[in-house]
């Protein structure tokens, strides 16, 4: 067995390793990259700057625990940046093992921004049926939320006055981690309902929502950690994303010097091979 | 305020007072148009016809108006006032002639109120204000089918909400107003009721393009039971069979997925038919078969699925119920629980068809570290890099659909292949003939590829 | 530091490492936690949906406003549970049926709007630019995706993949040029999918670690050192024990 | 009998299936109102559709506790886990917080399902790790511009890659935005397609797996 071919059969639990190190040691002393914006991240900015105060903003966080560290810090900025608005902030989930950590998230953020339930925002909490809570949402909200998460009647609360259905809307964004997520509120919200839509979305999603983006069917896509950080950086509040992308950027440079390395000994080993099959042909 | 009452004119009368861009003809459209709202397949008709010989740019007529030189601020002419086509009803849209003082500076007013009879216009409410340079109709969504006037007149559309109420089956007085600095000037006002339609004829080309494409997916359906109709071999499919040869090799089982969405999805619909192939296969084999669910709907038709399969291999007394079986419906817990399965019972072939998020990689991972043929099919487009990275053969999109018609050769299948085919083909077609007429639009400056462009337009 | 939430950070640090203990190998620790994790998540959607359905969606609108048309839904979802009365099964069909059915329905027109209408019209653009006061003129940045040379590679990439995915045509002369084409930018995107994925992947990582040192703090008893410990010491010990005791298996 | 059994299901995804495609087209309020009755129902049936997966869970994992089968031991933590949720989740009143603070229920949210499944999601960077080491290779001329695309994106999407070569940023934005869109474009059209084919499939009773025993 040559060299490259011991390399390429290597015990995966040392890449393991490697890239448990690569994330730790920059977390553990950061270095703090300038960090630029990009346009798409900007264009749910812009939207939110434009809006004048006592829009109606609904934060969809169609997400589950094991995307929140993507998820998590673009929810937080988004509703800082709503709340600093003065915006009306309705939040809810179409996924049910999110309910806790967005009613969490929402509770946390209207805290801290001295924000009151039922005034300033409403958690809508979770329904099941997925693209049928966004249907029935766009054709009467308080039919598909009778109550809101802490079991508050949805009719009568000052923060939901002049909204019957999605198409008092002014701006919705989801922050979606797969379906129902930022496709299903296009196909079956906006397109019927005309709201305004902005997306957020993890890193894996991403890419597959270009089309949309440019074809303006969401105005705007926060991609993954990174869109996080960005909107950390435009409403000038760093947080938990700014904070990982020093690590983001060790794992990124192993990631390639693995790749790197694995097609130099494979390259090597095939040759090495095709050596050997001419000498003995 | 002087001027407001001299200045009433009927709205869909001709008016000789103003030099507008106009031949006169135009206005018999115009009445015509109020017709319309009465005799909507009429006035489809004429409408296709006129606009077909209207849709030609119209900028040079206005180049060759003089426009007249400091004249009193006149009221907005040709005001016309219906209930919004194709709604729900709660919506009325009023349209008017543009001025050639039309620009930032001077603003337009539309002026609502309750009633047919208005004592003084000066007191109906403002309802919308904006710039005399905007609204115009080319700049709303209608198509050339829908369009109540030519692109270049001004229009807004009224809705119920946001102060002001419209109900349906009211008759309401709406009118326009000219403002430039504190002079106002208001055109007579025009009636109409808010209506509910029950066509929504913006959407038409959405109705056609559904009916044209289940049209030639019939036909092709057709076709492929009377003839065999020609597909082009789909070279990860070969590995499905020689997968299961594999297993029984070995004696191992075969684990089968079908993905993370509900039997309405098509791909868990798709990964179910080779469902049945493969379950025809191990029975055949006498191979065991493992399929672990997250979803129970799916669960049952799969238990269905394999017992015809296992009853048509001729081997039903193989068959067991619980081959199907339900993990949980929580992506996690079930790829922890599908990973176990993979590490202790080592399974000789893995399949994975349907759609999957991001689990992906971690079963597929887990897969090659047990040395099992892997073979994926999957429409969830951000997980393919990993199912071709880590998978033996991968049918990528479509092919999982082209995969299940192939294997199983069923008219119903194969025609259905053939009429997306088409579709594709067509829709081919108006991407080359669409980018071409939408240049030449703008090197001629014309507006007749609209005809054609609309046409593919999602216009609501 | 209210108790509860001490024995919350080394319970969740303690889980957190039985998982990742998945990476050394499969062990008791980490299907203890798997199914601890099925279990309480089993748990948690039974009570949302109970909480939601039964009392939110059903109970109080029935009780308190007399929508009684509430029990057809009721009466449907009943239907799909004689699912596990062998000789009354067939009448879950019915459920199923109109579950399709309205999906199916549902789908037909909004798909066409948003997903093949919506996507021609972006498509379809003039390949020249009117730039007011210029004319008409070619643009040829790259950067600016509306460009005019973005929009000739963005049709030559919709059509080829597109062609890529033809099944009733044999890709042979031209036809494999074009599919080649589309093959080439089919792999472009999924390795540009590839480098997005990485990146989602490593800030999960980077999520559950922060929040490992968050239980280093010696406000918890630093649970993560601890229990890191334990973790590797009962790992070993099982290498151990079954090194003694082969698996009877394999 | 036969009738109730075999085309009474298809009808009725024959009608509903009309109906609601149709209703797109509609605007008028009463077939808004239907919509919106309609989607509600939707939701509560959603809800039945969990429990039915849930009665499955309980028998596979009853049954190998009562065998006693290899592994019961881990059904019965199974067990425990539900069980001990759904009696915390009613002693809450299926509450994670009440004014913000946490209830025995959403201790067990936070503490336990949280950070199991944000792990679960967490193994996934060692797991790509390991996959683009051993089998991310430029087997040939497809996999190299996979690679080569691959690492652009990498290296344009963090400060690090920006900072030691700049022109990265740019091009990756560039082949996100223009290459990548145009494929996904051509997937997505190719995709709904199929999606409309296979649901008018449906409606007409062509395809009817869904229902099971495709060949009736």
Request: with cysteine.
């Amino acid at each position: 067995m040559t060299f490259a071919e011991r390399m390429l059969k290597i015990d995966r639990r040392i890449i393991f390793l490697v890239i448990g190190l690569c994330t730790l040691i920059p977390l553990l002393y950061p270095v703090g990259l300038p960090i630029k914006i990009s346009p798409e991240v900007r264009g749910v900015y812009d939207h939110i700057e434009s809006l004048p105060e006592g829009s109606v903003f609904l934060l969809s966080l169609d997400f589950d625990p094991a995307s929140k560290p993507e998820l998590m810090p673009q929810s937080i900025s988004l509703l800082r940046h709503a709340f600093r608005k003065k915006l009306r902030v309705i939040a809810l989930t179409l996924w049910v093992s999110g309910t806790g950590m967005a009613d969490q998230v929402v509770t946390q953020v209207a805290r801290e921004m001295g924000k009151e339930s039922g005034k300033d925002y409403v958690f809508l909490g979770w329904s099941p049926g997925g693209t049928a809570v966004i249907i029935n949402m766009g054709q009467d909200l308080y039919g598909a939320f009778p109550a809101d998460y802490n079991g508050k009647p949805t009719k009568g609360l000052s923060v939901l006055q002049g909204v019957a259905s999605l198409r008092d809307v002014n701006y919705a964004v989801s922050l979606g981690a797969g379906n129902p997520g930022v496709e299903a509120w296009y196909v079956f919200g906006k397109d019927k309902y005309k709201f305004e839509l902005g997306g957020g979305c993890t890193g894996v999603m991403a890419p597959g929502l270009y089309p949309l983006l440019r074809s303006g069917q969401i105005n705007g896509l926060i991609g993954g950690l990174r869109g996080a950080a960005e909107y950390e950086i435009l409403i000038d509040q760093k947080g938990k994303a700014v904070a990982g992308m020093d690590a983001q950027s060790a794992t990124h440079l192993a990631i390639i010097v693995l790749v790197v390395l694995c097609n130099l000994f494979y390259f090597a080993s095939r040759n090495i091979a095709r050596r050997q099959s001419q000498s003995g042909a | 305020m002087l001027k407001t009452s001299a200045s009433f004119v009927l709205g869909s009368s001709k008016s000789s007072t103003y030099p507008r861009g106009y031949a006169s003809g135009f206005d018999s459209p115009a009445a015509l148009l109020n017709r319309r709202f009465e005799h909507p397949a009429l006035w489809k008709a004429l409408m296709l016809l006129l606009m077909t010989v209207l849709s030609q740019s119209w900028s040079p007529v206005f180049a060759q108006t003089d426009i007249q030189t400091k004249t009193p601020l006149a009221p907005p002419q040709d005001v016309r006032v219906f209930d919004t086509p194709s709604d729900g009803g709660d919506s009325l849209t009023v349209i008017w002639a543009p001025a050639p003082y039309d620009s930032a500076a001077v603003r337009y007013q539309v002026l609502l109120s309750e009633g047919t009879s208005v004592a003084d216009p000066a007191t109906m409410k403002v309802v919308a204000e904006f710039p005399a340079n905007q609204r115009y109709v080319r700049e709303s969504k209608w198509p050339w089918w829908t369009r109540p006037a030519t692109g270049d007149q001004h229009q807004y559309t009224l809705r119920s909400g946001r102060g002001v109420e419209l109900k349906s089956g009211t008759l309401y007085s709406i009118t326009v107003a000219t403002v430039l600095n504190d002079e106002r000037s208001i055109a007579a006002p025009g009636q109409a009721a808010p209506e509910p339609n029950w066509i929504n004829w913006n959407q038409m080309n959405n109705l056609l393009l559904a009916l044209l494409f289940g049209g030639i997916v019939f036909y092709a359906i057709g076709t492929a039971r009377k003839r065999e109709i020609f597909l082009r071999r789909i070279p990860g499919l070969d590995a499905v069979d020689e997968a299961i040869g594999r297993a029984t090799e070995l004696g191992k089982p075969i684990l089968y997925m079908t993905g993370a969405h509900d039997m309405s999805d098509p791909s868990t619909i798709a990964a179910a038919v080779i469902l049945g192939r493969v379950a025809k296969r191990a029975a055949a084999y006498e191979t065991d078969l493992l399929v672990p669910h997250r979803e129970p709907i799916t669960m049952a038709v799969c238990q269905e699925i394999t017992k015809q399969a296992y009853l048509e291999a001729g081997k039903p007394d193989l068959y067991k119920d619980d081959s199907n079986f339900f993990i949980t419906s929580d992506q996690f817990s079930y790829t922890a629980a599908v990973d176990g399965i993979m590490l202790r019972k080592k399974p000789a072939a893995n399949f994975f068809m349907g759609h999957y998020f991001a689990e992906a990689l971690l079963l597929t991972e887990t897969g090659a570290s047990t040395g099992a043929i892997q073979i994926a099919g999957t429409d969830s487009d951000h997980q393919l890099p990993f199912f071709v990275t880590t998978c033996d053969y991968t049918l990528i999109g479509e092919e999982l659909y082209a995969a299940s018609a192939y294997l199983s050769r069923e008219p119903v299948q194969v025609g259905t292949l053939r009429g997306q085919d088409i579709g594709k083909a067509l829709i081919l077609g108006v991407l080359g003939i669409g980018t071409i007429l939408a240049t030449l639009g703008i090197l001629f400056d014309a507006q007749w590829p609209k005809l054609f462009l609309d046409f593919f337009r999602d216009v609501k | 530091m209210p108790i509860e939430t001490i024995i919350g950070g080394w319970v969740a640090t303690g889980l957190t490492l039985f998982i990742f203990s998945f990476l050394y190998k499969d062990n008791p620790l980490f299907k203890l936690a798997e199914n601890l994790y099925v279990g309480v998540s089993v748990g948690y959607t039974i009570i949302k949906t109970y909480d939601t359905v039964v009392v939110q969606l059903i109970w109080k609108p029935i009780v308190e406003n007399g929508e009684w048309t509430l029990l057809i839904p009721v009466a449907i979802g009943m239907l799909m549970l004689t699912r596990y009365v062998p000789k009354a099964a067939w009448i879950s069909r019915y459920a199923f049926a109109f579950i399709v059915g309205v999906g199916s329905g549902l789908a037909i027109p909004r798909t066409i709007s948003s997903f093949i209408l919506k996507q021609i019209e972006d498509t379809v653009r003039p390949l020249l630019t009117l730039i007011p006061g210029e004319g008409v003129t070619f643009t040829w940045s790259l950067l600016n995706p509306a460009s005019s040379v973005n929009t000739i590679i963005i049709l030559i990439g919709v059509s080829s993949v597109l062609f890529y995915f033809f099944f009733s045509v044999e890709h042979r002369g031209p036809g494999k040029v074009v599919a080649r084409t589309g093959i080439m930018f089919l792999m472009i995107a999924f390795g540009a999918a590839f480098g997005y994925t990485v990146m989602a992947r490593m800030s999960l990582l980077i999520g559950r670690l922060t929040d490992l040192i968050e239980f280093t703090d010696p406000s918890y008893g630093r649970p993560s050192l601890w229990l890191a410990g334990l973790t590797i010491l009962t790992l070993v010990v099982m290498a151990r024990r079954s090194r003694s005791h082969p698996p009877e298996e394999k | 009998m036969i009738f109730l059994r075999r085309q009474g299901p298809l009808l009725v995804t024959l009608i509903t299936g009309l109906v609601f495609a149709a209703q797109y087209y509609v605007p008028h309020p009463a077939s808004e109102q239907m919509l919106t009755s309609v989607t509600k129902w939707l939701q509560i049936i959603g809800g039945f559709a969990l429990v039915l997966g849930v009665s499955s869970l309980f028998h596979v994992h009853a049954a190998k506790i009562r065998r006693k089968e290899a592994g019961w031991g881990y059904s019965f933590v199974l067990y425990v886990g539900m069980l001990g949720t759904i009696a915390l989740g009613f002693w809450s009143n299926g509450k994670e917080a009440i004014d913000g603070t946490m209830t025995a229920f959403g201790w067990i949210y936070n503490y336990m399902m949280v950070p199991l499944q944000g792990t679960m999601f967490a193994i996934l960077a060692f797991f790509i790790a390991s996959a683009a080491y051993r089998s991310f290779r430029a087997r040939s001329r497809e996999a190299a511009v996979l690679l080569i695309a691959a690492v652009i994106v990498m290296m344009g999407r963090v400060p690090l890659g920006e900072y030691l070569i700049p022109i990265s940023g740019d091009l990756s934005q560039w082949i996100l935005n223009v290459l990548n869109a145009s494929v996904r474009r051509a997937i997505l059209i190719g995709v709904s397609l199929g999606t409309v084919a296979l649901s008018i499939k449906i409606i007409f009773g062509m395809e009817r797996s869904y229902l099971g025993g495709g060949k009736e």
